[in-house]
Every structure is written in C-alpha cells, then in structure tokens.
C-alpha cells in the first residue's frame, strides 16, 4: 500500500485523487491544498504548494512515499530538488528545477527544440537591450505575430497580433513589465496556421508512455471567440489525429525530445505535455508543460484503464518499459461550468446546488471549498463535468445536461466544446 500527497488544488488534482482511489495499492491519500471535491474522497491538508518545509513535515508526519505534483509552479521552484536532498527516499513525480526550464521558460525551451531538431515555429528572443532589433524583426514581415513571455504568466502569456503597430507596443509593455518579471524576456514567434491538440507522456528519464490524446478549448466564448481562459472543456481522443500523424509525432517530436532530455542529463520523473499545432498534416511543438494539462486530465484519465498508482511507482523507480498502457476506446468530453465574469474580475462563495442530481458524469471541482457543510465556489473555473460516451455526441449530451443541472449564480459554460471536430 503507498501512501500519497498531491500537490495542487484544481480540477487536475481532483481527477487525480479520483483516480489514485480507484488503486488496490491506495493507503492514505492528502491534498495540498486541495479543494470541495477533494475533501470527499481524500484529506485536504492547508498547505501552499510552494511552502516546501510544510509539505515535507506533512510527508514524514503521514508517511508519505509518492509525492505527486500537479501544477507548474513548485516545480519550476524546485519542489524534486528540495526533496531530494531532504528526503530521498519519498518518490516525487515531477521533473527537477532544471528540467521544469522546459516550461518555465520559453527561451530555454526553443533552445532545447533548436538544438534536437524538433519541428517548431522560428523565434527571436528579445529583451529590453535588444528592444530595436526586435522591433526591427517585427517590421521585417507581416503579420499575424506572436509575442511570448519567456517566463510563467498563469496561461495569460500569449499574444497573437495582427497589426505591426499594436506588436510593436504590445512588446514595448511586455518588457516594461506587462506580465511582471515573466516577460523580461519576450519571444517572438513566426505564426503557425492550424490545428492544436495535446500529447501527454510519462516518462521515467529513460523509458516513456503515450498517454490518450487530447484537445483543450481555450477561449470563452463560443466558436473560439474572446479571451484565453484556463480551459473551457476538452475532447479525448482527437479524431484528426490520425495513425500516421501521431506516428509522425513519436518519430520526429517524442523521441527527439526523449534523447534531448537524456543528452542534457536532465532529471525527469514525470509528465511531459506537449501542446502542438498540426500544420497541413506535419506537427509542430507549440509550447512544452512539465505536468499534466488542465483540463484535459479530466478527459485523459478516464480513459486510462491501467491501475494509476502501478503507474506512478514504474516511473519512480524506472520500470515504465515493462508497462503497457490500456486505453477505453470509449469517448469522453469535458465541460468546465465558470464564475460570471471569468477571465476577469468575478465573484467567489457563490452556494453550489444540484450536484447530488448529476447522474452518468463524473464531477471534478476545480475552484470549490467547503464551507460549514456546504459546497460554494472559490475560483474562476469552478466544476468540469466529464462523461464517457460510445461517440463524441453522445459523451457531450451527457456533460450538458449535468453542466444545466448543477447550479450557481452567474455560472456559464459554452455550448459548443469539440465543434471543430467530427
């Protein structure tokens, strides 16, 4: 039996406390911080993810052996390095602080893609001394541009401009501050016109698995219209995706990457997301995360049918080779039920009604608590609904009528998750 912390208090970490307790290798189960849906199936500890101290104290207190760390942040500070050295015998899934580069910054990253020919969009990275010859870069074609912080910016960090003027100020405000010290540095990348979709992989440094397909849809309104948000909902597995396509995606994104990392003597226990764009048929790398994607976990889990834990304890102790991994052929789509007003300002401890009503959908809480028996909300994104269907149709019927069903003021979703696909 293992004992098992996740770090993180979203929609992701839900699902995978959700699916940590279906394991017959599953003793007790903490979340750091966690959240509403958490604390139903596991114990919510008030612990900050960067808060290392604590979360060591609490991983001796409770015996603790798989440290599983959901979101980027901890990462990129550090959290496999910390414990390694203060604990070495606690398992922790995730990259080190050198390794979590590949997504905390976007100039390493390109280096890393440029250095093992990994398909990706050309760059040019700019920083406040290199102000002329970026704007120089930006005069020298025609739009639409691309301007990338180089640091984390919470998913905010992205802008696609069509006008040169508007480039040229929005990368003078990026390096004057615009996203604090996250765009100090700005990348400018050539624009790709095609279709995104999400690679996951797990990987023990050495070996690696493929986990099922996703796409996320980021904006909030429907028809991909208006801001970027964290993730309105997603769609597993990815019908444009063809055999071929994903063939190509193994031999000339997944392997590459794989060498990179042992090239580099890189440490990495974990999952390696890699969001890309297929451009007439070909893929290139878009962007890479150091940790599950949110929210397609909520559809990529479902659809593992491998015992998780048996998952997580190959990766720590590098046994992913003799690991095969089962996938439901099934459907499944998730919908993610938002606060009025998300991406901007919006309301918190609005009461939650009608989740004991929901039926043949599983409810993940993203940003819920619990207060005096009661569920409210306590972030922008508040609940994903994700439900397995024989075809996409019939999954999305399912994630509708509970994302009606469930209630709380100004709650909103978008109708149309997966409509550009068959």
């Known amino acids: ?19 940590i307790k279906q394991s017959a ?4 189960l903490f979340v750091c911080p966690g959240n509403g849906g958490t604390a139903k199936i596991a114990t919510n500890l008030a612990i900050g993810v960067s808060d290392f101290a604590a979360i060591k104290a609490a991983c001796v207190e ?9 979101p980027e942040i901890p990462l990129v500070e550090g959290v496999y390095d910390y414990m390694e050295v203060e604990l070495p015998e606690l398992a922790v ?33 700019v920083t406040v001394n290199r102000l002329e010859a970026g704007i120089a870069h930006l005069q020298s ?20 401009i069509q006008d040169q003027a508007e480039a040229i100020t929005a990368l003078k405000e990026m390096l004057d501050g615009q996203f604090g010290h996250a765009s100090s540095t700005v990348v400018i990348e050539d624009f790709l016109d095609g279709i995104e979709f999400s690679v996951f992989v797990l990987t023990d440094g050495k070996n690696y698995k493929v986990l099922p397909v996703a796409k996320d849809y980021k904006r909030i309104g429907e028809n991909d219209q208006g801001l970027n948000t964290g993730g309105m909902g997603s769609v597993s597995p990815v019908s444009f995706v063809s055999e071929s396509l994903m063939e190509e995606v193994i031999r000339s994104i997944i392997e590459p990457t794989m060498q990179g990392i042992q090239n580099r003597k890189l440490t990495y226990k974990g999952f390696v997301f890699l969001g890309l764009i297929s451009v007439d048929n070909k893929p290139y790398v878009i962007e890479y995360n150091c940790r599950m ?5 909520e559809v990529v889990l479902p659809r593992i049918k491998n015992d998780f834990i048996e998952l997580l304890s190959a990766t720590a102790d590098g046994s992913l080779d003799k690991v095969t991994i089962e996938e439901d052929p099934r459907y499944c789509t998730s919908v ?9 300002k919006y309301e918190k401890n609005k009461e939650i009604t009608s989740l004991e009503k929901v039926k043949d959908s599983i409810i993940f809480h993203a940003g819920t608590r619990e207060d005096q028996g009661k569920i409210v909300t306590n972030g922008g994104r508040v609940i994903a609904v994700s439900s397995l269907g ?33």
């Open 25 to 28: 290798h599953c003793g007790s």
């Open 293 to 297: 994607g949110d929210p397609e976990t």
């Open 141 to 160: 074609y025609p739009g639409p541009y691309v301007l990338k912080a180089d640091g984390l910016a919470a998913g905010k960090g992205v802008l696609i």
């Open 336 to 344: 993610f039920l938002v606060s009025g007003g998300y991406p901007e």
């Open 1 to 19: 039996m293992h004992n098992i912390m996740i770090l993180g208090s979203g929609g992701r970490e839900h699902a995978f406390a959700w699916k």
């Open 390 to 422: 024989a075809n996409k149709v019939e999954a999305l019927a399912l994630s509708m009528r509970n994302a009606d069903i469930i209630d709380f003021e100004n709650k909103y979703y978008r109708k149309d998750i997966g409509f550009d696909i068959n």
């Open 62 to 70: 409770h015996s603790i052996d798989i440290l599983l760390v959901g």
């Open 93 to 125: 899934i995730g990259p080190s602080k050198t390794a979590s580069q590949l997504e905390g910054s976007k100039a390493y990253a390109k280096e890393f893609m440029i250095e093992n020919n990994i398909p990706t969009a050309g760059a040019f990275t």
